[in-house]
């Protein structure tokens, strides 16, 4: 029989009777969806798990999962917040979005880390915002964080080397803005620039190669620049007109090396990015039966998501498929019945 000490450092243990770093590192090894059960059984794992040394132990061991995070809109307006585990193939509802902003247009979403930004925005009798909520995918709740210089709505946001980018759109007085705001998580501040640069009217952004590229919201014709791109290293925007920004039509994600982009102007289409030559290749069609426009995409390791309206959702593996001018081969994910005419308004992965 034990001694009393011996009993009570056990009762201290997340397992009794194993290490704690061995305890650590068989619980990191459960899958994403228990996680809410672990959570339940006792106090050490529900502070164990909602710890940054839980998610820094499972992304360097390789155990981190993708969760695709997804805003919706409904035809009441309204917005709608699920999650799909990629892995279960199963679309899950989230903590609420607060009433107060659940009506909200013209908000931009990014993702830093674990957390989920959803940016400014505006109401059709309020004036923008410069609020800023994040929901932090660990603790799976909503809260606030620092403000922005600058209310804005239509904006557009990016993440790079660890902090969130909020880019032009409209302010109080409808003006197109070109000011630009980056926040540091670590300090909970927002720091405001002005540049000239930034196209007006700004309607997508992604990141690709260390820059930040945002497109104009209206068609390229007629327009003497289409896009701006943002250089970190020098701190300053430039005006871009080339190949790539005036066929850029539609949501683009980066995978690997390669960025791609659905086109869903005539059909829909998904091209790559020809870096060597400046241009969109065609890799494949998608059958308009098969998915409702409009889609957005979001990637789970190499991986692509295409998801539609009332949250139907292709799979695409970048890895196995080829340069075709027929149809691309998916697998697709159910949406719900009670969703199906929600649209997308945008699609984030979190991992964790």
């Not at 820059?211 to 430039?238: C, E, N």
């Amino acid at each position: 029989m034990g001694s009393p000490s011996t009993s009570d450092d056990n009762a201290n243990l997340l397992i009794p009777g194993i290490p704690d770093d061995l305890a650590m590192l068989c619980l990191v090894r459960l899958a994403r969806k228990y996680h809410h059960i672990l959570r339940g059984v006792c106090k050490r794992w529900r502070s164990f798990i909602s710890s940054d040394l839980f998610v820094s132990l499972r992304k360097k061991h390789g155990f981190s999962e993708g969760w695709i995070y997804v805003l919706s809109r409904d035809v009441s307006e309204c917005l709608h917040w699920h999650v799909l585990d990629p892995c279960a193939r199963q679309w899950m509802k989230l903590p609420p979005i607060p009433s107060a902003w659940s009506k909200r247009f013209g908000m931009s979403s990014t993702v830093l880390d674990r957390r989920f930004y959803l940016i400014g925005g505006c109401g059709k009798f309020e004036s923008p915002t410069n609020e800023v909520h994040i929901f932090d995918a660990l603790h799976h709740k909503w809260k606030t964080v620092a403000s922005m210089d600058f209310a804005r709505c239509f904006l557009v946001s990016a993440t790079l080397d660890g902090k969130v980018y909020a880019i032009g759109g409209t302010g109080v007085m409808s003006e197109a803005l070109s000011s630009w705001e980056v926040y540091d998580p670590h300090t909970d501040r927002w720091e405001s620039n002005e540049d000239q640069n930034i196209v007006q009217d700004v309607g997508e952004s992604m990141v690709m190669d260390g820059k930040i590229h945002v497109r104009h919201v209206s068609p390229p014709y007629g327009l003497s620049f289409y896009a701006s791109t943002y250089d970190p290293r020098q701190k300053t925007w430039m005006l871009v007109d080339d190949e790539m920004t005036r066929t850029w039509h539609g949501p683009a994600v980066v995978v690997g090396n390669d960025t791609y982009m659905l086109d869903q102007i005539f059909g829909i289409k998904l091209l790559v990015f020809d870096k060597a030559n400046g241009f969109w290749d065609l890799v494949g069609r998608i059958s308009p039966r098969s998915i409702t426009v409009p889609c957005r995409m979001a990637v789970v390791g190499s991986t692509i998501f295409i998801i539609g309206k009332g949250l139907k959702t292709l799979v695409l593996d970048t890895n196995q498929i080829h340069k075709a001018t027929g149809l691309l081969m998916t697998s697709s994910i159910v949406g719900s019945e009670f969703l199906q005419n929600n649209i997308v308004m945008s699609c984030n992965t979190i991992y964790i």
